[in-house]
């Protein structure tokens, strides 16, 4: 109960601050330079300070460990008129011009975990990553009491993490004559990088190995798969990391499970770093540089730092449900609002102001129950993912939307929707493309998007998809002699099973019915 309090606490002050902003309406970009655990959770925590910043809108990039790319994409996040940016840049210097291009537009940056080797930047957030190398590097010495010989394996060259790490690292070793750094490769964040570098190291180092330091801990996993390839684990070896992510894979698990002797927590504080930014956008007091404390999981701590994760992902699977009674309760104050509107403007018979009442009544007895059923529905239907986060983009709109009944609107609604149709049918053979990806190429966020496509044709872009997606599979179905599989798979199924059932829904009849 206690814990239930305090989510209320925090989801009813996150609703004060959200209506104190100045701006209504703020377009945020995300540029990402790769994709992997620490930045999806980031990612999410992002998406979910948005439930109480409703006039907040993301759009997410990522660009794969590709400097060139990700380049390109901060270009065209400026260009689709974002109002701050936020970047994670995957190199120092590759990444500067196309930062410095956003900034010098008048967009205020906020770099985040990693830096550039530029002035040009609005604020920085992340942890200090010289000082987690430092803390490592006088853990394993205190665990080898100040002897032994160390190998490393460092992140991707060129990135300030990597750097800022190496350099913590090796300062600490500094106050250790007697500890050797007997071998050092660089590798890029992957486990199989570590694996390859530590291999590297083994070409030139037959020596005894007391310590492994890895830039991160799918590295440290990596060299320490390397030392058992080659027989050279002794079950002594201290494996040392970074990030501790509390997921299956990550560093926390790994530490719990012996497979690491230590990792340092990364922390992503994404609801932090909402804060900040709309602190910029709104022209509030803000701290240029902000540093995310950081500290050691060990095996005599990571049990219970792995329970404390669980009870957060509980708290927030209960927020999540919050925010969607909240926005359906605020559809049935709405309606209410309406209905005495009505009531008061045809007040000149009296039956007819009760007949309003008795039916407003019955609504929100009907829209209670209904609110209760849906909560259950949501714990049962996870999966239907796709379709929730639309209905709660409808309910944060509802009472909000503009809509124009001009020519010149219906011609720029027409224009509109040949563009989305045009990207759908470009994509339609594949069944990994996303609402999120689509609304990505058109430069807009899934809010606008969804608000576009339901206004002009009144289904959401998820209907529309499906429909045309079935709407060729027909076509193909009268005119080719591709079998229902192939037809499947040409329209972005993945299983004909289901594309049967969706067919069968969409036109009452079996495929087997128009191909023969």
């Keep these: 109960m206690k814990s239930r309090a305090t989510i209320i606490i925090l989801f009813l002050f996150s609703l004060l601050i959200s209506c104190s902003q100045e701006k209504e309406h703020i377009v945020i970009g995300v540029s990402q330079c790769s994709e992997d655990s620490w930045r999806q959770k980031l990612k999410q925590e992002l998406i979910m300070t948005t439930y109480f910043n409703p006039g907040v809108d993301l759009i997410f990039t990522s660009a794969n460990d590709d400097s060139e790319l990700q380049q390109r994409q901060i270009d065209s996040l400026v260009n689709c008129g974002i109002d701050l940016l936020i970047v994670s840049p ?74 800022e790490r190496h350099e913590g690292f090796i300062a600490a070793m500094e106050d250790y004559p007697d500890i050797n750094i007997a071998g050092f490769e660089h590798g890029d964040w992957t486990e199989e990088s570590g694996r390859l570098a530590m291999n590297k190291i083994l070409l030139h ?33 201290i494996y040392a990391g970074v990030d501790a992510l509390p997921d299956e894979s990550g560093g926390m698990r790994l530490v719990s499970d012996s497979l690491l002797t230590v990792s340092a927590i990364y922390p992503t504080h994404g609801d ?45 699977n209960y927020l999540r449900t919050m925010h969607s009674l909240t926005g359906r309760m605020q559809d049935a104050m709405e309606l209410q609002r309406v209905i005495i509107i009505l009531v008061l403007v045809f007040a000149l018979c009296i039956s007819v102001f009760l007949s309003f009442y008795v039916r407003a009544y019955r609504q929100k007895q009907s829209l209670s129950e209904e609110l209760q ?19 709660l983009i409808e309910m944060s709109m509802t009472g909000n ?19 989305f149709r045009n990207v759908v049918e470009s994509h339609l053979d594949d069944p990994d493309i996303s609402v999120d990806d689509i609304s990505s190429e058109l430069c807009m966020s899934r809010a606008q998007l969804y608000r576009k496509v339901k206004a002009v044709t009144g289904k959401s872009p998820v209907e529309v998809i499906r429909h045309m997606r079935l709407s060729k599979a027909d076509r193909l179905l009268a005119e080719t002699s591709l079998n229902i599989s192939e037809i499947a798979y040409r329209v972005g199924f993945s299983s ?17 019915d128009v191909h023969r």
Aim: with cysteine.
């Design 401 to 419: 939307s503009d809509t124009e009944d001009s020519a010149e609107s219906q011609n720029k609604d027409s224009g509109f929707i040949l563009k």
């Design 373 to 391: 059923a849906q909560v259950e529905k949501v714990e049962r239907q996870r999966d239907e993912l796709e379709e929730q986060r639309d209905k």
């Design 90 to 163: 995957n190199q120092v210097d590759l990444l500067s011009s196309a930062v410095d291009r956003a900034y010098d537009k008048g967009i205020p940056v906020i770099l985040f975990d990693r830096k550039i080797d530029s002035e040009k930047y609005t604020a920085f957030m992340g942890a200090d990553n010289f000082q987690i190398g430092k803390m490592i590097g006088h853990f394993m010495a205190t665990q080898l009491n100040g002897k032994g010989n160390v190998l490393e394996i460092g992140g991707l060259k060129g990135s300030s993490p990597a750097s």
């Design 205 to 237: 180092y037959d020596g005894r190995i007391d310590a492994v330091f890895g830039g991160n801990d799918r590295m440290a996993l990596g060299a320490r798969k390397a030392l058992q390839a080659a027989g050279k684990d002794s079950g002594d070896i």
């Design 272 to 316: 932090e770093l909402m804060l900040l930014a709309l602190d910029i956008v709104n022209g509030r007091k803000f701290d240029k540089e902000v540093f995310m404390q950081s500290s050691l999981v060990t095996y005599d701590n990571a049990s219970v730092l792995l329970l404390q994760n669980e009870e957060i992902i509980r708290q927030s």
């Design 496 to 512: 004909a099973s289901y594309f049967t059932k969706c067919y069968r829904d969409q036109f009452n009849r079996l495929p087997t």
